[in-house]
């Protein structure tokens, strides 16, 4: 695995969005962060900081990950059962796409019930509704700047 392949699967995967955050981390978000996703997924762009994936285990998994010698409590991120890949090569292909479904299923479970009815619209519906949310949102920011 990689990171052209992990966001190759990701973004196969339903309803799922990505963005650049924090300067170098390439995020998957379950439904567009504008609607109320979140995110359930993240890989390092450059290379630096600790691991090169974050994912979202659920309480259940979390503690078995971390038996795993390779992955480790995510930092900041552990109290909400976030774990940190250090090497691609900890996981097979297999074994990624599993983690990163479940942790996709868990998100998407999170999710309100607002933004799974969104999330249910047409595309088009749904992709013009989202465009307006984000217009929406830089005008509150801008005004907040002023």
């Known amino acids: 695995m990689d990171n052209e392949r992990l ?4 973004l196969s995967l339903p309803h799922v969005t990505e963005s650049v955050n924090w300067g170098h ?3 998957f978000w379950v439904g567009d962060k504008a609607i109320g996703g979140k995110m359930f997924a993240l890989i390092h762009l450059d290379g630096e900081g600790t691991g090169v994936a974050w994912f979202h285990c659920g309480a ?3 503690h078995e990950l971390l038996e795993t010698e390779g992955i480790i409590p995510a930092p900041y991120m552990a109290k909400a059962f976030w774990v940190t890949v250090e090497r691609w090569d900890v996981l097979r292909p ?3 796409e599993e983690e990163l479904r479940l942790a996709h299923e868990l998100i998407y479970g999170k999710l309100p019930k607002r933004s ?3 999330l249910a619209m047409p595309v088009k519906e749904r992709d013009k509704l989202i465009r307006e949310r984000r217009k929406l949102l830089a005008e509150k920011e801008k005004a ?3």
Request: a positive charge; charged letters at 35%.
């Open 7 to 10: 966001r190759a699967f990701c």
């Open 94 to 96: 297999r074994q990624w």
């Open 116 to 118: 799974k009815t969104v």
């Open 60 to 62: 259940e998994r979390f």
């Open 25 to 27: 981390h390439l995020v």
């Open 144 to 146: 907040k700047k002023v």
